[in-house]
């Protein structure tokens, strides 16, 4: 019974289409995350919610919305693809009094614009 | 700002040795919690191990062990008996409260040799 689950696992897009990625958690965790990994491996901080409330919005371009319809769900358009937004994008959860827990990841979507 | 650095990029380890994980960080707040996540070559990410800025005591989970000195900024991981299936790229991170966005290093590549 997957705890964070991401679909899809794979993503290739011409440039200028719009996608979507869809996560989530059956935890009951309160805060959920969107990270962005570049082909270095380096990690950033997207967005995050917390019981659907927006508290974390990174320096994004406005192409990049997120929407969480529930606690349990954390979705992330795409509007305008371009060739840099190739990358693998996780979806993350952890408890609000997050303290020694740390998060929980799910797989990862890669994306790839051609 | 908070920055984390780890200054081994790739790190090679004999299997049944012990191997340490440098990772330094920097920040001007009191309260922060310390965090190791292991990604292997299949991409998910892991949680291994956390420190709270305030525990006396270094972290221990099975053959994970945090090597913290507050006064240093240094959040050492330390894997005992390395074992093939500990190859991977290991994340150091470091969050100011349970609301707070993760920070992520560039991440250490660790090979075990058998």
């Known amino acids: 019974d997957t705890a964070v689950s991401q679909t899809p696992k794979y993503l290739v897009t011409q440039m200028g289409n719009d996608k979507s990625i869809k996560c989530e958690q059956n935890?009951?965790?309160?805060?959920m995350y969107w990270y962005k990994q570049d082909s270095k491996k380096f990690l950033k901080i997207m967005f995050s919610?917390?019981?659907?409330?927006?508290?974390i919005n990174e320096t994004v371009p406005n192409r990049f919305s997120p929407k969480s319809p529930d606690k349990a769900h954390l979705n992330l358009h795409i509007n305008s693809l371009e060739l840099g937004d190739s990358a693998v994008y996780f979806c993350?959860?952890?408890?609000?009094?997050?303290?020694?827990?740390?998060?929980?990841f799910g797989s990862g979507t890669r994306l790839t614009v051609v | 700002a908070q920055k984390i650095t780890q200054t081994q990029p790739g790190m090679f380890v004999q299997e049944k040795e012990a191997v340490t994980l440098d990772c330094t960080y920097d920040?001007?707040?009191?309260?922060?919690?310390l965090f190791w996540y292991k990604q292997p070559s299949s991409g998910e990410m892991i949680f291994l191990i956390y420190?709270?800025?305030?525990?006396?005591q270094n972290a221990t989970e099975g053959r994970y062990s945090l090597n913290f000195q507050k006064a240093r900024k240094s959040a050492n991981l330390v894997i005992s008996a390395s074992q093939l299936g500990d190859s991977a790229m290991y994340f150091c991170?470091?969050?100011?409260?349970?609301?707070?966005?993760?920070?992520f290093g560039p991440g250490t590549s660790l090979s075990v040799i058998p």
């Open positions: 919610y917390n019981n659907k409330e927006l508290i």
């Open positions: 991170a470091m969050s100011k409260t349970s609301y707070d966005k993760v920070i």
């Open positions: 420190q709270g800025s305030y525990d006396e």
């Open positions: 993350a959860s952890s408890p609000t009094d997050r303290a020694n827990y740390g998060y929980t």
């Open positions: 920040t001007s707040d009191q309260s922060y919690g």
């Open positions: 935890l009951g965790h309160d805060t």
